[in-house]
């Protein structure tokens, strides 16, 4: 019997053959071993900020009652990064996807792929610009939420000063449309002034900055509406600091923060969207759609908000106001 030499033909084989098994073991490590056809991923922007975080626990939630797995992920607001996170759950043959995307424009195409590839998505909280891409676009009403908040500030102010209005991230579609309906109320009082309107993308610690800035530039301001409640709670810290407490600050989306702001008084009122009754929604949708190949409902709904004041706040905890109060 002839000794077995390694050739350079063999070493090469051998090779190949290494590299093939390393690919499918990290496919494996990936995928778990399977594509996975009981797979809920859901995607939000952030799993600090109390509302997304709430978002993202009531899906999963809903989901694992239903009998899904879910794998849950944040795409920062970065729309790179969601497309990134599509991908992983196309190649993971996912049920569903339940996306609070990252940008009105940017999340249409990312929402054809995976229905190209056989994965429908069912959007909450922030809508896109195109139809019929997603499955379902289950968004709060916004406009009527922000003139509730817009007439509640307008009555805190008795329909005069100057105020100032901080703005979330231009490229979210709710930031316009919360500032729309804002405007709605706020342009009918003659005697209501802006004296300015910035950006602060949201953020608790932008909010503060340009908060300081504004105080600076108008200390005649009476009062600051903001398009959440984290950059509202910026403006209170920024106020506090500044040892002005006779600022009217109404904030939106029903946060426990901001509950506990407006039962202190530091906050006078906010607008509650139902994170909570939102996200297990479009997970029963999705949940729908799966066994019967319909939703049964229009692709873009509504969920009313609701004001949220001194008077009802002690009923708000996560997103969602007890029983003896409408969401």
């Keep these: 019997m002839r000794p077995f030499r390694l050739t350079p033909l063999r070493i090469a084989i051998a090779g190949a053959g290494l590299a093939v098994l390393a690919a499918l073991l990290w496919f494996a490590l990936l995928t778990g071993g399977k594509r996975d056809g009981r797979l809920m991923v859901i995607i939000t922007p952030s799993l600090e900020n109390p509302f997304f975080a709430q978002e993202a626990i009531a899906a999963a939630q809903a989901a694992q009652a239903l009998g899904y797995r879910t794998q849950t992920y944040s795409h920062g607001d970065d729309a790179f990064r969601q497309s990134q996170l599509i991908d992983s759950a196309i190649a993971r043959?996912?049920?569903a996807i339940v996306l609070d995307n990252a940008g009105a424009d940017a999340t249409a195409a990312a929402v054809m792929k995976a229905k190209a590839a056989g994965v429908p998505a069912f959007l909450l909280d922030r809508e896109i610009t195109s139809r019929g891409g997603a499955v379902a676009q289950v968004v709060s009403?916004?406009?009527?939420?922000?003139?509730?908040?817009?007439?509640?500030?307008a009555e805190a102010l008795r329909g005069r000063g100057a105020y100032a209005e901080l703005v979330g991230r231009e490229s979210d579609t709710n930031a316009g449309i919360r500032s729309k309906g804002y405007h709605a109320v706020l342009d009918r009082y003659a005697g209501l002034r802006m004296v300015s309107r910035q950006s602060a993308n949201w953020d608790q610690a932008q909010a503060f900055a340009v908060t300081q800035s504004i105080l600076q530039a108008h200390p005649e301001v009476k009062g600051i509406i903001a398009g959440n409640d984290t950059m509202a709670l910026g403006a209170v810290a920024a106020l506090a600091g500044a040892g002005r407490q006779d600022v009217v600050v109404v904030g939106f989306d029903?946060?426990?923060?901001?509950?506990?702001?407006?039962?202190n008084g530091s906050l006078y009122a906010t607008v509650l969207q139902p994170a909570h009754r939102q996200a297990q929604y479009v997970v029963r949708l999705a949940d729908r759609y799966l066994r019967t190949g319909r939703t049964g409902e229009r692709e873009k709904q509504l969920m009313e908000c609701v004001l949220v004041t001194r008077a009802n706040a002690g009923r708000l905890d996560r997103f969602a106001l007890a029983q003896g109060g409408t969401e």
């Design 254 to 263: 029903g946060s426990n923060d901001a509950r506990d702001a407006i039962l």
């Design 93 to 95: 043959d996912a049920s």
């Design 141 to 153: 009403n916004n406009f009527q939420g922000a003139t509730l908040g817009g007439a509640a500030f």
